[in-house]
């Protein structure tokens, strides 16, 4: 069982950056694949970012590729979300997920639905 809990979120002006962070509970965290996923009201949750469990491999949403970073610490059991150059349209609650490396399964494959652990997300709010 992987308990994640996300932080730093908040509001800013458009143009402004924003750090979130996700803290897990997992022994072995190295051994999960993390990923960033936002969900607009009303909405279905979107894919934002993912992260191999080395850290060697990263991946984006087309929308934030280029202006947001995903990172990690192992030794600190946490992942970050860097954005940058803010959009009002940028505006939703972001969620950390995390799922076991499955050997022979890419993590660019993965979706929404292959992530089995789940924080309780956190707001970002741009304003214009």
């Known amino acids: 069982q992987v308990q994640l809990v996300e932080s730093g979120g908040g509001l800013v002006q458009a143009g402004a950056s924003l750090r979130l962070s996700c803290a897990a509970s997992?022994?072995?965290?190295?051994?999960?694949?993390m990923a960033w996923f936002r969900q607009f009201l009303g909405k279905e949750r979107d894919f934002v970012a993912s992260?191999?469990?080395?850290?060697?491999?990263?991946y984006y949403g087309a929308s934030v590729k280029g202006r947001f970073t995903i990172s990690r610490d192992n030794a600190k059991n946490t992942v970050y979300l860097q954005m940058n150059s803010l959009k009002p349209e940028d505006t939703a609650v972001y969620y950390c997920?995390?799922?076991?490396?499955?050997?022979?399964?890419?993590?660019?494959?993965?979706?929404?639905?292959?992530?089995?652990?789940w924080g309780q997300g956190t707001q970002v709010t741009v304003s214009s």
């Open positions: 992260i191999s469990g080395n850290g060697d491999k990263t």
């Open positions: 997920a995390a799922e076991p490396t499955t050997p022979g399964y890419g993590l660019e494959y993965k979706t929404r639905s292959d992530f089995g652990f």
């Open positions: 997992a022994r072995t965290f190295g051994d999960y694949e």
